[in-house]
């Protein structure tokens, strides 16, 4: 079974903050999915991160975004929410 850093069950849909393989920083976002494995459990993450792309709708519509998927060992993330 996939567990965050201190142990808790990794879930699909958990919000999460820690640190990827591939943005430089840590973030904030929802388990899209979970992989086990014998040594390590990695995670796919969407997230609001640089490469994000944000679309302008027409005026009173807002906007849209396309998040970021992160990938990382869910031993570097916690569950925040």
Avoid: W
Avoid at 21 to 41: D, F, Q, R
């Amino acid at each position: 079974m996939p567990h965050y850093r201190d142990g808790t069950e990794a879930n699909v849909g958990d919000v999460v903050r820690g640190r990827g393989y591939n943005i430089g920083h840590e973030i904030i976002g929802k388990v899209l999915s979970i992989t086990p494995g014998a040594e390590t459990c990695n995670l796919s993450i969407a997230c609001i991160a640089a490469p994000s792309v944000i679309y302008r709708a027409d005026v009173g519509h807002g906007v849209q975004v396309v998040p970021t998927i992160e990938y990382g060992e869910a031993a570097a993330f916690e569950k925040v929410g």
